[in-house]
T-cell receptor, first 114, second 115 residues
Framework: AQSVTQPDIHITVSEGASLELRCNYS??????LFWYVQSPGQGLQLLLKYFSGDTLVQGIKGFEAEFKRSQSSFNLRKPSVHWSDAAEYFC????????????FGRGTSLIVHP | DAMVIQNPRYQVTQFGKPVTLSCSQTLNHNVMYWYQQKSSQAPKLLFH???????NEADTPDNFQSRRPNTSFCFLDIRSPGLGDAAMYLC??????????????FGSGTQLSVL
């Protein structure tokens, strides 16, 4: 079965600084990978996904993520963080076959200082 | 504009008293999912419906049941809530089984407290 590890429970950055959220996955074949964001009181919203092809994926709100097979990682990045980016970020992995239903990591809480 | 609607936003129930959470969708999606998200933990899939076909996750407790009377509505029934069932319950939908062009649409969740 697939699994996801998000090693950082909280990340604090200053507004305007760059951001990288870490995600490592475990899956025997090439997975489908996702990043979701959850703002307070809201449901999860898809930021971006990787299925195949270019390993650098562009998403909404200026986010990008890079799939690195050799490191089993799918880290999320943003060059300049805005205060509105403060939220919970979830990495997820789905098997590349069958139901494709994602398994989520425990999330990383992003705190943005002015 | 809300596409996946969960009511109520907050639900309080008593230990052992049956409770039902509701989810409705205006997207006409075929698949509906229920996730349980405990504090500081990953959302965990409980079950999902593809149309009327019910798919239960192997480790979902028997205490949790679901009904989908029509395409638009799906209910989560907790027959005898325990303190450990306090969590955020998220409903999600997808047009078809998830594949390269599909994604999950989430509701805002129902926060369940058990007293």
């Amino acid at each position: 079965a697939q699994s996801v590890t998000q090693p950082d429970i909280h990340i604090t950055v200053s507004e305007g600084a760059s951001l990288e959220l870490r995600c490592n996955y475990s899956y025997g074949a090439t997975p489908y990978l996702f990043w979701y964001v959850q703002s307070p009181g809201q449901g999860l919203q898809l930021l971006l996904k990787y299925f195949s092809g270019d390993t650098l994926v562009q998403g909404i709100k200026g986010f990008e993520a890079e799939f690195k097979r050799s490191q089993s990682s799918f880290n999320l990045r943003k060059p300049s963080v805005h205060w509105s980016d403060a939220a919970e970020y979830f990495c997820a992995v789905a098997p590349s076959g069958g139901s494709y239903i994602p398994t989520f990591g425990r999330g990383t809480s992003l705190i943005v200082h002015p | 504009d809300a596409m996946v609607i969960q009511n109520p936003r907050y639900q309080v129930t008593q230990f052992g008293k049956p409770v039902t959470l509701s989810c409705s969708q205006t997207l006409n999606h075929n698949v509906m999912y229920w996730y349980q998200q405990k504090s500081s933990q990953a959302p965990k899939l409980l079950f999902h419906y593809y149309d009327k076909d019910f798919n239960n996750e192997a480790d979902t407790p028997d205490n949790f049941q679901s009904r989908r009377p029509n395409t638009s509505f799906c209910f989560l029934d907790i027959r005898s809530p325990g303190l450990g069932d306090a969590a955020m319950y998220l409903c999600a939908t997808s047009r078809l089984n998830l594949a390269s062009n599909e994604k999950l649409f989430f509701g805002s969740g129902t926060q369940l407290s058990v007293l």
